[in-house]
């Protein structure tokens, strides 16, 4: 187990890591900060080793991160006429965002999370239906944060 921290804990310093320091919120688009192919994933991936590793280790930069994702989906879901299935989606868009932010911290970013959640279901046809590139992906979040508003409307 000693050898395997000592390799991740190289590994996260290394590459990753710094990849993950040197992003530029200017240029970036939600594409750039997915779950599945970007900045989320890799948020997580740091969140899952301080939990093994030490808990305050990427807490600054977390916390960075969470402030800078907030404005970019204040920004992206401002103008809705250049989203697509893409910029919904789990593994792409919104949709893995708030997975992200669910599995980081469920409790403390309920509210930002049901607001998008709305968000992407009032924008479901513009999305397919499977999990990946669609409307499927937000079941796991409503049952996640227990969106009980969001429930009541995909029952209609």
């Not at 103008?79 to 919904?88: C, K």
């Not at 989606?89 to 509210?111: A, T």
Request: hydrophobic residues 35%; proline residues 1%; aromatic residues 14%.
């Amino acid at each position: 187990m000693t050898i395997l921290l000592k390799l991740s804990s190289t590994i996260v310093y290394g590459e990753i890591y710094h990849y993950f320091l040197q992003r530029d919120t200017a240029k970036e688009s939600i594409l750039d900060y997915s779950f599945a192919h970007g900045y989320c994933g890799i948020a997580y991936a740091l969140f899952a080793y301080s939990k093994v590793l030490e808990p305050s280790m990427f807490y600054n930069d977390l916390h960075t991160f969470h402030a800078e994702l907030k404005k970019l989906l204040e920004k992206v879901t401002s103008n809705t006429e250049n989203l697509g299935n893409l910029q919904l989606s789990w593994c792409e868009g919104i949709s893995g965002i708030i997975l992200y932010l669910c599995m980081y911290d469920c409790d403390g970013n309920k509210d930002i999370i049901s607001k998008y959640q709305e968000f992407v279901f009032n924008h479901h046809l513009k999305m397919m239906t499977g999990y990946c590139h669609g409307i499927t992906s937000l079941l796991q979040t409503t049952v996640y944060n227990q969106n009980k508003l969001l429930m009541k409307k995909s029952n209609r």
